[in-house]
């Protein structure tokens, strides 16, 4: 065969393969979030769910439904504690229907040697994490993706039950969590990773197109909050629909414009394209015990 025309035809594949990686680069990925799985307590999916150090605060019908039917239930040292008092609130009828823990894990510095130890002697596996490199949030996900690994499963999301009043450290730090399961793959690229708080629900919104189902409470609740807002870099682009105060190929930047406070149009789905990673909030009413003085619609 003449080398000439091998070397046009390879050429001419090569050129092929070219352009059909520069139009898949160019392809922007779209996200479909529905919270409403959550928030009617109706997943249909794997998903696993971590209780942090923190009160839970959420309604007890709620909890005990979305714990029971985990595929896998974390509790993330102090949590323990946290859990067992939520445990030992509900009604004796109830107490013995909730299942253990799968996994305890942390460096240990919160919950009681006490504690810890009744539940190891219940069958509970305790993972000690001492790496003071990390927060324990973050160590319990990279524990929770040996346990995929090992068992060879795939979660489609995480919950992480938590709070966001208190100390500002530790907001941020689990927020610098939800940056770094994407960053440093603490779980599989297809998982979604939730943090619950009181009546919300907060996640990061990577570069590109996101359609997110809004809960029907919080779009007739008048003056439900969401939030966008650019952590750890400036995103240069964003414009959405759904919002009462949408924005328009804007940018969005600390010192300049933060999208806080903003609320509903009363559309069935929030529309979102940005050009770079942001933080989402919003608030679902029904989540918490806390009584709320906002007006229905």
Not at 19 to 39: L, Y
Not at 172 to 196: A, C, D, F, S
Not at 209 to 237: F, M, N, Q, T
Not at 266 to 285: D, F, N, R, Y
Request: negative net charge; contains cysteine; aromatic residues 8%.
């Amino acid at each position: 065969m003449d080398t000439n025309n091998v070397i046009n035809k390879v050429q001419k594949l090569l050129n092929v393969f070219y352009v059909q990686q520069k139009a898949a680069s160019s392809v922007t990925k779209c996200w479909k979030w529905n919270i409403n799985e959550f928030t009617n307590n109706q997943v249909n999916h794997r998903y696993a769910v971590l209780i942090l150090n923190r009160t839970i605060s959420q309604k007890q019908e709620f909890i005990k439904k979305i714990w029971n039917n985990a595929t896998l239930r974390i509790a993330v040292d102090g949590g323990m504690v946290h859990w067992e008092k939520f445990v030992n609130n509900l009604p004796v009828i109830d107490q013995t229907t909730m299942k253990l823990p799968d996994l305890i894990t942390g460096d240990f510095d919160s919950i009681t040697e006490d504690v810890l130890e009744k539940y190891k002697t219940k069958g509970c596996k305790a993972i000690h994490t001492p790496d003071q490199d990390h927060t324990d949030f973050t160590k319990a996900l990279k524990e929770l993706n040996n346990y995929c690994i090992d068992n060879e499963i795939q979660m489609d999301h995480v919950i992480a039950i938590a709070q966001s009043s208190g100390r500002i450290d530790q907001i941020l730090g689990n927020i610098q969590t939800l940056y770094l399961v994407r960053e440093e793959r603490l779980l599989h690229p297809e998982t979604k990773m939730y943090i619950m708080s009181d009546d919300s629900l907060t996640w990061l919104l990577s570069p590109g197109d996101h359609i997110i189902d809004i809960p029907e409470e919080s779009r007739r609740v008048k003056g439900c909050w969401c939030a966008l807002i650019p952590v750890g870099e400036v995103c240069e682009r964003v414009t959405t629909n759904g919002l009462k105060w949408n924005l328009d190929n804007q940018q969005l930047k600390f010192g300049r414009l933060v999208s806080t406070s903003n609320t509903f149009d009363g559309s069935e789905q929030v529309k979102i394209k940005c050009s770079h990673t942001l933080v989402w909030a919003m608030e679902i009413p029904s989540l918490t015990n806390v009584h709320s003085d906002k007006e229905n619609c």
